[in-house]
C-alpha cells in the first residue's frame, strides 16, 4: 500500500517567503515591490499579518521604518493535485478487491492568509482530506465501478468535500474531481475474473433452461405415455376439476417437470381450494356465499396485520436510531385529513460529529415502508448538504435507517 503524498512540492502555491526593502522616509526613494497578475502576496510587518496585496506594484513607504517587512507570494490560479494510491483502497461488494486508484483534484486558494500563516503544509492538508473522502465514498462501492472508470467515487468524492468546509479550514477549495485511474490488482487467485465467470456460467445455464421449457410441448397425452407416475397424481379423484383447469388454461402440465426432486408431485388439496376460488363451487350457491365472506375476514385480518407489521418495524428503527452515541431523535406518525393515522412517519435525528459539530438527519417514510425506501434530507454544522446514499441506491425490505446513519458518520466525520 502506498500513496504519493510525499513527492508533493508546496511551492505549486506558495512561492519563499522574501523580506523586502524597509521603507525610507525620503521623498521619491522608497521601495517598492510588484505582484504578477494571478498571484496576490500576503505581507506581514513585524512578523505580524499586516495586509494581502493584489496584483500590480506596491510602495513600500506606507509601512513602519525599522521593522522587518516579509512578503509571502501565493498562487490564486486554478491548480490540479494529482493523488495516486497502490492497493490503499478496497472495493467490498459484492466479493472484496483491492483496487490501485488515482484522481485529479482541480483546486484553487481561496483564502492567502489563512494558507500562509495557519496551514503549516497546506498541500499535505488537502491531501489527506481527499483520501478521507475516498474512503467514505468508496466503502460501499460494487465492481461496477470499474466498469464505469469510478464516475460515482469521484462524485461523491466531490461531494464528501464539499460538505468538509475546506475554504473555512484550509484556505483552499476544490473544484472538481475525476478518476484518472482505477484498476484492480491480482492477489493471486483473482478473485473478481472468478466470481464474473461464475456468475456468466449461471446465467447461461439459466437461459438453456428456460429455452428448453419454453420449447417444450407437452399434453396429458404424453404424460400418460412418458410419465405415467404424474399423470396418475394428476388425474387421481380430480378428473373433473383437473379438466375444467386444462380447458381454462389454468394448468399447464409442462410445469409438473420442474418439480423439485422429493416434492411428491401436486398438492391435491391445495389446488382444490385454489380451483373453488377461481372456477366455483358446484355444491351450491350457499358455499360459495361462505367462501367469499370467509375471503373478506381473512383480507381485513390481512390489513390489520400489516399496519401491526409497520408499526413494530417503525418502534424498531426508532430504538436503534436511540441507540446510536450522543443521538437526538423524535418521530411523528403522519395522519390524514380525518385525523387517522395514515401509515406515514417522519423521523429528525441530530447526532454528533467526530470532528466537531452536528449532522441532521430528516427522514419521511411513506404507508409502503420498507418495501420503499425512505426520503432523506442532510444538513452539516446546519447547512443544507448534498449526500448520495448507497444504501438508498441498492435499497430492500431488509435495510435499516441506522446503516444510513453509519454510512453519514464515515462520510462526514
Given at each position: 500500500m502506498?500513496?504519493?503524498?510525499?513527492?508533493?512540492?508546496?511551492?505549486?502555491?506558495?512561492?519563499?517567503?522574501?523580506?523586502?526593502?524597509?521603507?525610507?522616509?525620503?521623498?521619491?526613494l522608497?521601495?517598492?515591490?510588484?505582484?504578477?497578475?494571478?498571484?496576490?502576496?500576503?505581507?506581514?510587518?513585524?512578523?505580524?499579518?499586516?495586509?494581502?496585496?493584489?496584483?500590480?506594484?506596491?510602495?513600500?513607504?506606507?509601512?513602519?521604518?525599522?521593522?522587518?517587512?516579509?512578503?509571502?507570494?501565493?498562487?490564486?490560479r486554478?491548480?490540479?493535485?494529482?493523488?495516486?494510491?497502490?492497493?490503499?483502497?478496497?472495493?467490498?461488494?459484492?466479493?472484496?478487491?483491492?483496487?490501485?486508484?488515482?484522481?485529479?483534484?482541480?483546486?484553487?486558494?481561496?483564502?492567502?492568509?489563512?494558507?500562509?500563516?495557519?496551514?503549516?503544509?497546506p498541500?499535505?492538508?488537502?491531501?489527506?482530506?481527499?483520501?478521507?473522502?475516498?474512503?467514505?465514498?468508496?466503502?460501499?462501492?460494487?465492481?461496477?465501478?470499474?466498469?464505469t472508470?469510478?464516475?460515482?467515487i469521484?462524485?461523491?468524492t466531490?461531494?464528501?468535500l464539499?460538505?468538509?468546509?475546506?475554504?473555512?479550514?484550509?484556505?483552499?477549495e476544490?473544484?472538481n474531481?475525476?478518476?484518472t485511474?482505477?484498476?484492480?490488482?491480482?492477489?493471486?487467485?483473482?478473485?473478481?475474473?472468478?466470481?464474473?465467470?461464475?456468475m456468466?456460467?449461471?446465467?447461461?445455464?439459466?437461459?438453456?433452461?428456460?429455452?428448453?421449457?419454453?420449447?417444450?410441448?407437452?399434453?396429458?397425452?404424453?404424460?400418460?405415455?412418458e410419465?405415467?407416475?404424474?399423470?396418475?397424481?394428476?388425474?387421481?379423484?380430480?378428473?373433473?376439476?383437473?379438466?375444467?383447469?386444462?380447458?381454462?388454461?389454468?394448468?399447464d402440465?409442462?410445469?409438473?417437470?420442474?418439480?423439485?426432486?422429493?416434492?411428491?408431485?401436486?398438492?391435491?388439496?391445495?389446488?382444490?381450494?385454489?380451483?373453488?376460488?377461481?372456477?366455483?363451487?358446484?355444491?351450491?350457491?350457499?358455499?360459495?356465499?361462505?367462501?367469499?365472506?370467509?375471503?373478506?375476514?381473512?383480507?381485513?385480518?390481512?390489513?390489520?396485520?400489516?399496519?401491526?407489521?409497520?408499526?413494530?418495524?417503525?418502534?424498531?428503527?426508532?430504538?436503534?436510531l436511540?441507540?446510536?452515541?450522543?443521538?437526538?431523535?423524535?418521530?411523528?406518525?403522519?395522519?390524514?385529513?380525518?385525523?387517522?393515522?395514515?401509515?406515514?412517519?417522519?423521523?429528525?435525528?441530530?447526532?454528533?460529529?467526530?470532528?466537531?459539530?452536528?449532522?441532521?438527519?430528516?427522514?419521511?417514510?411513506?404507508?409502503?415502508?420498507?418495501?420503499?425506501?425512505?426520503?432523506?434530507?442532510?444538513?452539516?454544522?446546519?447547512?443544507?448538504?448534498?449526500?448520495?446514499?448507497?444504501i438508498?441506491?441498492?435499497?430492500?425490505?431488509?435495510?435499516?435507517?441506522?446503516?444510513?446513519?453509519?454510512?453519514?458518520?464515515?462520510?462526514?466525520?
Amino acid at each position: 500500500m502506498g500513496t504519493n503524498r510525499n513527492t508533493i512540492n508546496h511551492s505549486a502555491i506558495i512561492y519563499p517567503t522574501q523580506l523586502l526593502d524597509k521603507g525610507i522616509p525620503l521623498p521619491f526613494l522608497e521601495g517598492k515591490f510588484v505582484v504578477d497578475q494571478g498571484w496576490c502576496a500576503v505581507i506581514t510587518e513585524g512578523g505580524a499579518f499586516k495586509e494581502t496585496l493584489e496584483p500590480g506594484t506596491h510602495f513600500l513607504g506606507k509601512y513602519k521604518v525599522f521593522r522587518d517587512v516579509k512578503a509571502t507570494k501565493v498562487d490564486m490560479r486554478v491548480k490540479t493535485l494529482e493523488v495516486m494510491t497502490w492497493g490503499e483502497f478496497n472495493i467490498s461488494q459484492p466479493i472484496p478487491v483491492e483496487v490501485d486508484l488515482s484522481l485529479s483534484v482541480e483546486y484553487r486558494v481561496a483564502d492567502p492568509r489563512r494558507v500562509v500563516t495557519e496551514v503549516t503544509t497546506p498541500l499535505w492538508s488537502l491531501f489527506d482530506r481527499v483520501i478521507k473522502a475516498v474512503r467514505g465514498s468508496i466503502v460501499y462501492a460494487t465492481i461496477d465501478e470499474i466498469r464505469t472508470h469510478g464516475e460515482g467515487i469521484a462524485r461523491t468524492t466531490m461531494e464528501n468535500l464539499k460538505a468538509m468546509l475546506l475554504p473555512n479550514e484550509i484556505g483552499i477549495e476544490v473544484l472538481n474531481v475525476l478518476t484518472t485511474k482505477i484498476k484492480a490488482t491480482d492477489t493471486g487467485n483473482d478473485a473478481l475474473a472468478t466470481f464474473q465467470k461464475k456468475m456468466f456460467e449461471d446465467v447461461q445455464s439459466t437461459r438453456v433452461h428456460n429455452a428448453l421449457i419454453s420449447e417444450t410441448n407437452v399434453d396429458l397425452k404424453w404424460l400418460a405415455i412418458e410419465r405415467p407416475e404424474l399423470y396418475a397424481q394428476i388425474m387421481a379423484g380430480n378428473t373433473a376439476v383437473i379438466t375444467q383447469m386444462i380447458d381454462k388454461g389454468l394448468l399447464d402440465p409442462a410445469g409438473f417437470l420442474n418439480q423439485p426432486a422429493g416434492t411428491g408431485g401436486l398438492n391435491m388439496n391445495s389446488s382444490n381450494m385454489f380451483v373453488q376460488n377461481l372456477l366455483g363451487n358446484t355444491s351450491g350457491n350457499v358455499q360459495n356465499s361462505q367462501a367469499q365472506s370467509a375471503g373478506r375476514d381473512d383480507s381485513i385480518k390481512q390489513i390489520g396485520s400489516s399496519a401491526s407489521d409497520s408499526r413494530s418495524r417503525m418502534k424498531e428503527e426508532i430504538n436503534l436510531l436511540k441507540k446510536v452515541a450522543g443521538a437526538n431523535v423524535d418521530s411523528k406518525p403522519g395522519v390524514d385529513d380525518d385525523g387517522i393515522p395514515d401509515g406515514t412517519y417522519d423521523i429528525k435525528m441530530d447526532f454528533p460529529r467526530s470532528s466537531g459539530g452536528e449532522i441532521t438527519l430528516f427522514v419521511s417514510c411513506s404507508e409502503k415502508y420498507p418495501k420503499i425506501p425512505p426520503i432523506i434530507e442532510i444538513e452539516v454544522n446546519g447547512e443544507d448538504t448534498p449526500f448520495q446514499s448507497a444504501i438508498l441506491r441498492r435499497w430492500n425490505s431488509s435495510n435499516y435507517l441506522v446503516e444510513i446513519v453509519r454510512e453519514l458518520k464515515q462520510s462526514f466525520g
